[in-house]
């Protein structure tokens, strides 16, 4: 009996020293914020890649909603309590990464938004607007990035799931859906 649990407790501290060695192939979660102000708007960021939402790749340690506030600051915002919108993962093409893109949507409280450094320009679109925005970069970004907002943006009382595959073209980003929309459940 006293060898079987010594047996068990030597392979958890082997499995837990194991599990702590670097990764070769680093996967990532990057989070989004879809924040909405008091007319129905939509904040985006342009930078090299086009329109998107504001968003950032963690690797700082924070809870996701501390990661959304300092987010949201980064932008000069303040929201209100954020709500799940979606949970999407791209697999490449050009990597062996695979990223899981979590967006997150929430009202404007307060603040004045202003494009953070590296960034081109900050700007309140309409829902179809900021769709039709993102899709006039798909060359720079994946065409994935319109579907998902198109789907999260026109149903928003629905949390969305999602997998796309991502490579490249030449100079432009191409992608297809891996697994199809499926609602996670209701958003609040």
């Not at 968003?55 to 309590?81: M, S």
């Not at 999407?88 to 979590?102: D, H, K, Q």
């Not at 450094?117 to 970004?141: N, T, V, Y």
Request: proline share 6%; hydrophobic share 40%.
């Amino acid at each position: 009996m006293i060898r079987t649990l010594l047996a068990i407790f030597a392979m958890v501290l082997w499995t837990g020293t194991a599990s702590a060695q670097p990764v070769e192939d680093p996967n990532y979660t990057t989070q989004n914020l879809i924040i909405v102000n008091d007319a129905g708007e939509v904040l985006l960021q342009r930078n090299f890649m086009g329109w998107s939402t504001p968003g950032v790749r963690y690797d700082k340690r924070l809870t996701i909603r501390e990661g959304l506030a300092d987010l949201a600051r980064t932008y000069g915002v303040e929201i209100d309590e954020v709500r799940l919108a979606g949970l999407f993962s791209y697999r490449y093409g050009y990597t062996p990464a695979i990223s899981t893109r979590s967006h997150y949507r929430s009202r404007l409280t307060g603040g004045t938004a202003r494009a953070p450094a590296g960034f081109d320009e900050l700007r309140w679109f309409a829902p179809d607007a900021a769709i039709a925005a993102i899709a006039s970069d798909s060359q720079k970004s994946p065409p994935a990035l319109v579907e998902l907002m198109r789907q999260m943006l026109g149903q928003p009382e629905t949390i969305w799931t999602g997998a796309f595959y991502i490579w490249q073209d030449g100079e432009t980003y191409r992608s297809k859906m891996l697994e199809p929309f499926l609602p996670l459940g209701q958003a609040r």
